[in-house]
């Protein structure tokens, strides 16, 4: 990975983690953000993220990411990850416009945790040469990355991108393209049961959690992982996977109360918890 260009379209949590990850593991790293104001955002949540690694002791010192509004600046990337918000038409013809922009050999990726890649290659003229990367959040902490092979990608990719995972110290699992994927389908089926016994006064979400965390050995119960994820995006991908799957993903109508009064969880500060800045 060392001094391999790498590009992430989209600059937020995510899309700066991703750009965080392989920055600390030797690649030159491009962030394309639709403006000005957006990218100078990306460029400080990467800063930050840089800095906590030296305070952590890591060698940091002296990584850049750079940072751009022109889908060209990809032009020398091996490989461009996609992580624009979970919304199918704004991945379609973001990927569209990046894979203009790319090399006929570079490796186009989607972060997307639900959208069907064969849906996304669809609308591509390389599908062969694009997959699914999805990153967990917060990247930093995550171990793993779930590589989500579609119906025309191409046999060689499958090892690269092992590879690519691998060198930036991560863990992959492979899947094949299918509705919410395997970490999706999963933990939103918790997390829905979870809401559903919240909304019926089982138990406090306190409860709920640690009946997980402590019983089953989870790193965080299924409420509290909602909160982090963020509810809204929680929420889009239910509604996915109901109209994929069928109604037992039909999101609890708690869920969309909450997401219609803006509590989204750590993001807004207030979910099923209440998060401080910089929790």
Request: negative net charge; proline residues 5%.
């Amino acid at each position: 990975m060392r001094d391999t260009a790498v590009g992430v379209l989209g600059g937020g949590r995510m899309g700066a983690g991703i750009a965080h990850a392989f920055l600390l593991a030797g690649a030159r790293v491009t962030i394309v953000e639709r403006d000005d104001e957006a990218a100078a955002a990306a460029k400080a949540r990467v800063e930050q993220a840089l800095a906590k690694s030296i305070e952590r002791g890591v060698q940091a010192e002296g990584l850049e990411v750079q940072v751009s509004t022109d889908a060209q600046s990809f032009s020398e990337c091996a490989l461009v990850i996609e992580a624009v918000p979970e919304d199918l038409e704004l991945k379609a013809s973001s990927l569209a416009r990046v894979e203009e922009a790319i090399a006929p050999d570079a490796t186009l990726a989607s972060n997307t945790s639900s959208i069907s890649i064969d849906k996304l290659a669809a609308r591509l003229q390389r599908p062969e040469r694009f997959l699914g990367l999805h990153f967990f959040n917060p990247v930093p902490a995550s171990k793993l990355v779930e590589i989500v092979i579609g119906a025309q990608t191409a046999p060689e990719l499958r090892e690269q991108a092992q590879a690519w995972v691998e060198q930036i110290g991560k863990t992959p699992v492979t899947v094949t393209d299918s509705p919410g994927f395997a970490s999706s389908r999963l933990g939103v089926a918790l997390g829905l049961e979870a809401i559903r016994m919240l909304e019926a006064g089982v138990a406090s979400a306190a409860d709920i959690d640690a009946a997980m965390e402590l019983g089953y050995r989870h790193p965080a119960g299924p409420l509290k992982t909602t909160d982090i994820v963020g509810l809204d995006v929680r929420l889009g991908i239910a509604d996915e996977l109901a109209r994929e799957l069928g109604p037992r993903f039909e999101p609890p109508q708690l869920l969309r109360d909450m997401v219609a009064r803006g509590e989204l969880g750590r993001k807004s500060g207030k979910g099923f918890y209440e998060w401080s800045e910089g929790s």
